[in-house]
């Protein structure tokens, strides 16, 4: 940075109101930081825009003098994505918060980046709509786009780049253009949706989101069903899609996770290897699928399995699993949260899974498995001591054996949580040369590696 601190935010104050650009250090410290285990580091400002014109200053400020600038959501992702390690300013989106049109007939919702998925969700049920993706943490749409999440509905709904048809962007010289339109679909250019998705911040700052909504289903029917083992649940999950029943949500926890969220949720759930199920259609189909279900999950050993139609019942049931993160990090105080996070084709998921399982056990960590496994995807959630070595080397180790799993079957080293800079190692592995790709097109959009900075691509300046 060749400008001092002061000097940065009185040039930033030209434009935006004082209060909005601080170096208070209550704030840096808030920014500072993700919901991992991964080590804080302090930005030097923090910046509130509330329109696309403030971002798109700040930006041109930013290139012009060649300071690092991380886009900020809420803070809830997990491999260090938003801890600014080359410090600089902080765009945090929460004041761009608005719901800006519902387009009830088109099925589509354009809202600003500072938008969480709850307050949506709020908005629309006026509609008789709902928002699909649903990460266990209430994120913003802006990160939600930045990672690619994805949640519980994925299986039917699909991930974030399923949803988005249109994003407004400032690039990194303070440009700002648009990657899409409100058509269902176009075979006009690149696919700059599907690359602005995903890319992390480090192509530039979402300031508009336009995205698919769907109607509120007529019937829905949430289950939980418990197995022998983590084995027969997931052959069972296997079975279920093969028979190509619609289901709209099935989530695999494990044991050791069921007691976490029997601890944090108040609930009684059987201590077993359990299915959270859900089915979204009208009456007659929901019937015979869940029927055709039943038959299924018996065939594999199904031990019980229990309905809830009653919609606070069901609402108890999903809270309960997008608790289930909080629910370790509130029974370990003191401990910080690793989640391992790879995808698989859904035929390699039981031995991923008991790959897993059993490297976990001999490294002897304590961890729960838990996960999306409609779509391949599980997570190994560790509650880690930092200030143990040896323990932090073993998850390490733990994390890179279940990586190197999925790699050699055609799988992903993270399914929705994203690279940060705890899965940079993998990259080269999984993409071989077209990592290559990737770094020319981070050159080409921000050549100065203003964009944050060292994420996902490691680049030197040319
Ligand atoms: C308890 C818990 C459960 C979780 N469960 C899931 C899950 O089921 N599925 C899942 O996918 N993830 C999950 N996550 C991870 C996390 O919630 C997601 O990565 C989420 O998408 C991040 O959104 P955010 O608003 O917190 O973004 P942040 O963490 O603030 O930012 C994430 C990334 O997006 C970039 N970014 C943020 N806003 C913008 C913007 N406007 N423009 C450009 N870039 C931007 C940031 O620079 C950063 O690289 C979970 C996390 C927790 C803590």
Redesign the pocket.
């Known amino acids: 940075m060749n400008r001092t601190v002061e000097e940065l935010m009185e040039a930033l104050r030209e434009f935006i109101p004082e209060d909005r650009v601080t170096n208070n250090q209550t704030i840096l410290e808030q920014h500072s930081k993700?919901?991992s285990y991964h080590t804080p580091s302090l930005p030097d400002i923090v910046v509130f825009p509330t329109t696309t014109e403030e971002v798109s200053k700040v930006m041109k400020i930013a290139n012009q003098y060649k300071v690092p600038v991380?886009?900020?959501?809420?803070?809830?992702?997990?491999e260090g994505?938003?801890i600014p390690y080359d410090h600089g300013i902080t765009i945090d989106?929460s004041l761009m918060d608005k719901v800006l049109e519902v387009r009830e007939n088109d099925f589509l919702v354009k809202v600003q980046?500072g938008v969480t998925r709850s307050q949506l969700n709020k908005e629309l049920k006026k509609y008789g709509l709902f928002f699909s993706v649903?990460?266990?943490?209430d994120?913003?749409l802006?990160?939600?786009?930045?990672?690619n999440?994805?949640?519980?509905t994925s299986v039917k709904y699909g991930v974030m780049r399923d949803q988005v048809r249109d994003l407004e962007v400032v690039l990194a010289d303070g440009t700002v253009i648009h990657t899409g339109n409100l058509a269902a679909k176009s075979s006009s250019g690149y696919h700059l949706n599907g690359l602005f998705v995903g890319?992390?911040?480090?192509l530039?700052?979402?300031?508009e989101l336009t995205l698919r909504v769907y109607g509120i289903p007529e019937y829905i029917l949430a289950a939980r069903a418990t197995f022998p083992s983590i084995h027969d649940a997931v052959k069972a999950v296997v079975s279920i899609l093969q028979a190509g029943i619609p289901i709209a949500r099935v989530e695999l926890v494990d044991e050791h996770s069921i007691k976490q969220v029997n601890m944090y949720s108040e609930t009684n759930y059987k201590i077993r290897p359990t299915l959270f199920l859900e089915f979204h259609s009208n009456e007659a189909g929901l019937k015979q699928d869940v029927e055709f279900m039943k038959e299924i999950v018996a065939e594999h050993d199904c031990e019980s399995i229990e309905f809830e139609s009653d919609h606070a019942a069901r609402n108890r049931l999903w809270k309960a699993r997008h608790n289930l993160?909080?629910a370790y990090v509130h029974g370990y105080p003191g401990k910080k949260?690793m989640v391992t996070d790879v995808c698989l084709p859904i035929s390699e998921l039981a031995g991923a899974i008991e790959h897993a399982r059993s490297a976990l056990n001999s490294l002897g960590l304590t961890g729960g498995i838990l996960g999306?496994v409609g779509d391949g995807n599980f997570h190994v959630l560790l509650m880690i001591n930092m200030n143990d070595l040896d323990e932090i080397k073993r998850a390490d180790q733990l994390n890179e054996t279940i990586v190197m799993y999925a790699l050699e079957r055609g799988g992903t080293c993270t399914g929705?949580?994203?690279v940060?800079v705890g899965k940079q190692k993998y990259l080269e592995k999984e993409h071989g040369k077209a990592l290559h790709v990737m770094e020319k097109i981070k050159q080409a959009l921000d050549p100065h590696m203003i964009l944050?900075p060292n994420?996902m691509i490691k680049m030197k300046e040319k």
Do not use: Q
Request: hydrophobic residues 30%.
């Open positions: 993700d919901e991380v886009p900020f959501g809420r803070g809830s992702s997990l994505h938003v989106f980046p649903d990460p266990g943490a994120a913003t802006g990160g939600m786009a930045a990672t999440a994805s949640g519980t890319s992390e911040g480090t530039g700052c979402i300031t993160a909080y949260l999306h929705e949580h994203g940060g944050n994420k």
